[in-house]
């Protein structure tokens, strides 16, 4: 590992939305069961794709190892990839919550979806 030029940002990615959570948003997301669900529909779409298009035996998109940490999920998949998936969905749904409050519709939480 001698550079964290992808990691770093994946990690502070991941970071400023569960801060943004818990100090700005505060709608309760990671307690609900339909977010951890919603999470593991995007994982069963994201490790296939994802796997495709970085498996080491014929990758379609290829990492600088020099900007990674080296380590790989199911079909060579970076961690780091997750870790910007886990970020970029969390942060749209908690846009969303946000413009449904401001715009004075339901909420999965007021409609009791879970």
């Known amino acids: 590992m001698t550079g964290l030029g992808y990691t770093v940002p994946a990690v502070a990615a991941v ?7 818990f100090v700005f ?4 997301l990671f307690r609900r069961p339909a977010y ?18 970085t498996k080491l035996s014929a990758p379609v ?4 190892s020099r900007q990674m940490t080296g380590v790989r999920g199911p079909l060579d998949i970076p961690v780091e990839d997750f870790l910007f998936g886990f970020a970029l969905v969390t ?11 401001r715009g004075g519709e339901a909420t999965a939480e007021e409609t009791d979806i879970r």
Do not use: H
């Open 15 to 21: 970071a400023t939305v569960i801060a943004a959570e």
């Open 91 to 101: 942060a749209a749904l908690l846009l969303w919550e946000r413009q449904a409050r």
């Open 36 to 53: 951890w669900t919603s999470m593991l529909i995007v994982l069963a779409f994201q490790i296939p794709v994802d796997g495709w298009l």
């Open 25 to 28: 948003f505060r709608t309760g």
């Open 61 to 64: 998109v290829e990492y600088s």
